[in-house]
């Protein structure tokens, strides 16, 4: 599905995902680091991350809150790096989890996409290389329009220059930019900003929606089925095998299928 490429102009640049966790959500308090199998569901993310073929780093990027030492610790215990920084203002944390580490490409990741496909991670990146530098933002969430989406939610993957990101964090106070890393590129810098949504292979696609993030409770009951069911035949199960599942066992997909997403003012 995703061919390694020469990084070309980029092989001088540190591609750094972040993760932005928390424990304080106020649908699902400690969702990131629920169990399945024992396991905290942020292990699981960062532990399928570090497939990915391009990533150099990994970073995540939690508040100086108390109840988020948990998330600390687990990322000093898997060996990758945290920053800890404001919980209202996500956009400045996750800027400052980048500049931590040295990051030059930014690969935005919430902590609420646990069984995240590092394919797909690397094909969203292979856009940005192929292309760099003319787009300033390549995602494949729509970027702000629903009609273009064609990942499931769950699945979403925002790529972007640091230094792009750090001269936003300069100049917005809204509130909303402040608290959803990338809104602004795709919200009030489109005439500043080029931007490219990927198209996504077929496999990746479904007629019927399939909601892989976890913010509800009903999203935890079903993010354990699909990762219970499927971990026993691989631990590093794809997308397509995600889908699969979904195809021969749709009753699963009623778990969460009335959970609501959602979104910014006007997107």
């Not at 993957?157 to 590129?185: C, G, M």
Request: charged content about 30%; overall charge neutral; proline content about 6%.
């Amino acid at each position: 599905m995703c061919e390694t490429m020469d990084r070309g102009a980029l092989k001088a640049k540190k591609i750094v995902a972040s993760i932005e966790a928390r424990m304080t959500s106020s649908r699902l308090p400690g969702k990131v680091l629920k169990p399945v199998l024992g396991e905290p569901f942020l292990k699981v993310l960062v532990e399928r991350l570090k497939r990915s073929r391009y990533l150099d780093a990994i970073v995540i990027a939690t508040t100086i809150n108390p109840t988020d030492e948990p998330i600390a610790r687990l990322a000093r215990q898997l060996g990758v790096s945290v920053f800890r920084g404001s919980e209202e203002d996500v956009l400045g944390r996750v800027v400052g989890a980048v500049e931590s580490v040295g990051g030059d490409i930014i690969v935005e990741i919430t902590g609420d996409c646990p069984l995240m496909d590092p394919r797909v991670v690397d094909h969203v990146l292979e856009n940005y290389i192929r292309d760099f530098p003319k787009y300033d933002y390549v995602c494949n969430t729509g970027a702000g329009d629903k009609s273009l989406r064609e990942i499931p939610i769950g699945m979403d993957v925002q790529v972007f220059s640091f230094n792009d990101l750090k001269k936003i964090a300069a100049v917005t106070k809204d509130p909303e930019d402040r608290e959803h890393v990338s809104l602004y590129f795709y919200r009030t810098g489109k005439a500043r900003y080029s931007i490219k949504n990927v198209s996504i292979p077929s496999e990746w696609k479904r007629e019927y929606p399939v909601r892989l993030t976890l913010d509800a409770p009903e999203d935890y009951q079903f993010l354990q089925t699909i990762y219970e069911r499927l971990v026993e035949r691989s631990a590093y199960f794809t997308l397509e095998d995600i889908l699969t599942l979904c195809d021969q066992a749709p009753d699963i997909l009623r778990i969460n299928s009335l959970v609501v997403q959602r979104r910014p003012t006007g997107i």
